[in-house]
C-alpha cells in the first residue's frame, strides 16, 4: 500500500545535540512538507519542497534544516539552535492536481531530555 | 494575514447528540477548504476538500458546508468512535501547496 512512513515514532534529544527525523513516501507524490504541532495550537510549517533538490522555508524554519535529495525522502534535522523542540512532527506530501489535500504520515514525539 | 479559527475547542456530546464544528478563515483567495481528522498520537486524516460556496459534502455522520466567511461541519447522531479532534485547514490561491490550519476542535462522545 502507498503511504507515507515517519521514523522513529519517538525521539529522545540531549541539550546541545542535533537529530534528523525521517519521511519516506511511495505515493510518487512531488512536493513534501514538515508541519510541527504542539498542543491547543495549529499546525504549523516548518519546511517544504516541490521538486528534487529544491525547498523553501516555511514560518518556523529557525533551528531546522532539511534536504531533498531523492523524490521519496525528504529528512528533517532539528538543530541544537532550536531551542524548544518538543513537539509532535507530521511529514506530509501533496500530488497536484488532487482533490485530497495532503497525506500524512503517522508523526514523531520528540522530547528533549 | 490568511488566518483560520475554529469553535469550539472542545465539545462533549452525548451519543446521538448531533452537533456542529465551526471553522471561519480569513484568506486572500480560497483554492480550498480541507477537513481533517486527527486521533491521538496519529496523523491527521483527510475527510472533505470543498472549494466554494454553497458547496457542501457528506460521508457517513458527516457533512460539510461552505459559505464565504466559514465551514461547518455537522456531525448527526455521532458515536464514540467519533471522538476526536477535528483540523480545518485552507489554501490560498496562487499558494505553493502551503496549508493555514485552525487550532483544532476536540470531540468527545459519550455512550
Known amino acids: 500500500d502507498g503511504g507515507i512512513t515517519q521514523s522513529p515514532k519517538y525521539l529522545f534529544r540531549k541539550e546541545g545535540q542535533n537529530v534528523t527525523l525521517s519521511c519516506e513516501q511511495n505515493l510518487n507524490h512531488d512536493a513534501m512538507y514538515w508541519y510541527r504541532q504542539d498542543p491547543g495550537q495549529g499546525l504549523r510549517l516548518i519546511y517544504y519542497?516541490?521538486?528534487?533538490?529544491?525547498?523553501q522555508k516555511g514560518d518556523i524554519a529557525e533551528g531546522y534544516s532539511v534536504s531533498r535529495e531523492k523524490k521519496e525522502s525528504f529528512p528533517l534535522t532539528v538543530t541544537s539552535a532550536q531551542k524548544n523542540p518538543t513537539a509532535f512532527y507530521l511529514c506530509?506530501?501533496?500530488?497536484?492536481?488532487?482533490?485530497?489535500?495532503?497525506?500524512f504520515g503517522s508523526g514523531t514525539r520528540l522530547t528533549v531530555v | 494575514e490568511d488566518q483560520v479559527t475554529q469553535s469550539p475547542e472542545a465539545l462533549r456530546l452525548q451519543e446521538g447528540e448531533s452537533s456542529s464544528l465551526n471553522c471561519s478563515y480569513t484568506v486572500s483567495g480560497l483554492r480550498g477548504l480541507f477537513w481533517y481528522r486527527q486521533d491521538p498520537g496519529k496523523g491527521p486524516e483527510f475527510l472533505f476538500t470543498?472549494?466554494?460556496a454553497g458547496e457542501e459534502k457528506e460521508k457517513e455522520r458527516l457533512k460539510a458546508t461552505l459559505t464565504k466567511k466559514e465551514s461547518f461541519l455537522h456531525i448527526t447522531a455521532p458515536k464514540p468512535e467519533d471522538s476526536a479532534t477535528y483540523l480545518c485547514?485552507?489554501?490560498?490561491?496562487?499558494?505553493?501547496?502551503?496549508?493555514?490550519f485552525g487550532q483544532g476542535t476536540t470531540l468527545q462522545v459519550k455512550p
Open positions: 506530509a506530501s501533496r500530488r497536484e492536481p488532487t482533490d485530497y489535500g495532503y497525506t
Open positions: 470543498l472549494y466554494s
Open positions: 485547514a485552507v489554501q490560498a490561491t496562487g499558494n505553493t501547496g502551503k496549508l493555514i
Open positions: 519542497s516541490q521538486i528534487v533538490n529544491d525547498f
